[in-house]
């Protein structure tokens, strides 16, 4: 009963262990353009292993560009920001889908790299405009 007393009725969580305010699309947008470079690097390698291990390193950096992107989404952005850009929802949706398994973390395509990084883009301008603001 102490226990359930005691315990927590709210979790938070932020992208780091303290709630520390620090948000920027540039995490997202750096890990894009590594998957952007392993992509390219591919293409121009024929070596069976170095292809096995770019397509890890892409898959996991892609990985992590849906995160930093949730984070933003999630945590950064806020019902005013959404209701100033309503297209804001449906770029985060597009963004992510396109570091998932239809886009880089599917595909070795630089093209679909280049993709996510304009929408990466898209996002980091409205993002800036809200710190203006």
């Not at 992509?39 to 930093?68: C, G, W």
């Not at 933003?72 to 570091?99: G, M, R, S």
């Amino acid at each position: 009963m102490l226990s359930r007393i005691l315990s927590p009725r709210l979790e938070a969580t932020a992208h780091c262990d303290l709630p520390c305010g620090v948000y920027d699309p540039a995490q997202a947008r750096i890990e894009a353009e590594s998957v952007k470079a392993v992509q390219e690097k591919y293409q121009a390698n024929e070596d069976p292993e170095f292809r096995t291990r770019a397509i890890l390193i892409a898959e996991q950096r892609s990985e992590l560009v849906k995160h930093h992107l949730w984070v933003l989404w999630t945590d950064y952005f806020k019902p005013p920001h959404f209701e100033k850009y309503p297209q804001l929802h449906e770029l985060i949706n597009k963004a992510t889908k396109a570091a998932g398994a239809s886009g880089t973390k599917g595909s070795m395509d630089p093209a679909k790299g280049q993709e996510l990084l304009d929408y990466i883009a898209e996002i980091d301008k409205i993002f800036w405009e809200t710190k203006q603001g």
